[in-house]
């Protein structure tokens, strides 16, 4: 029973460390070219991983973005796709402007947020 619960707590942080992966786009791009998105058995792998965007498994994951990268893998069109390293780098820049504009745009919420509570602090006095 012990080694059970060792192999799940393996199994468990292989397939994690496995899915967070997926959010590099050129590791992608390494996989597509060495012929692991033609492979049926690493497709339906793909497939089986979905669970982690349930919420009690989702909420380990530190690049969430992965997600979204998996769900695209699910479409053999995007698969093959990625065969292309222009096409890998044209999804890092895209990340890359996403975390920019997050960040600016997080940036802002918390300073508007600031400002409200110094508001409030002030009018309470």
Same mark, same amino acid.
């Given at each position: 029973? !012990?080694?059970?619960?060792?192999?799940?707590?393996?199994?468990?942080?292989?397939?994690?460390?496995?899915?967070?992966?997926?959010?590099?786009?050129?590791? @992608?791009?390494?996989?597509?070219?060495?012929?692991?998105?033609?492979?049926?058995?690493?497709?339906?792998? @793909?497939?089986?991983?979905?669970?982690?965007?349930?919420?009690?498994?989702?909420?380990?994951?530190?690049?969430?973005?992965?997600?979204?990268? &998996?769900?695209? @893998? !699910?479409?053999?069109?995007?698969?093959?796709?990625?065969?292309?390293?222009?096409?890998?780098?044209?999804?890092?820049?895209?990340?890359?402007?996403?975390?920019?504009?997050?960040?600016?745009?997080?940036?802002? &919420?918390?300073?508007?947020?600031?400002?409200?509570?110094? !508001?409030?602090?002030?009018?309470?006095?």
């Amino acid at each position: 029973l !012990q080694s059970d619960d060792t192999g799940n707590r393996l199994r468990f942080q292989l397939e994690l460390e496995f899915v967070q992966c997926l959010a590099n786009p050129n590791y @992608l791009n390494f996989l597509a070219q060495r012929g692991y998105f033609k492979d049926k058995a690493f497709v339906n792998y @793909l497939k089986y991983l979905l669970y982690w965007k349930e919420p009690e498994y989702a909420k380990y994951l530190k690049y969430p973005q992965c997600l979204h990268m &998996l769900e695209l @893998l !699910q479409y053999e069109h995007f698969r093959k796709e990625l065969v292309n390293a222009q096409c890998a780098k044209f999804i890092d820049e895209q990340q890359i402007l996403h975390w920019q504009h997050y960040s600016r745009k997080r940036m802002r &919420l918390q300073q508007a947020l600031a400002e409200q509570q110094q !508001q409030n602090n002030t009018s309470v006095k």
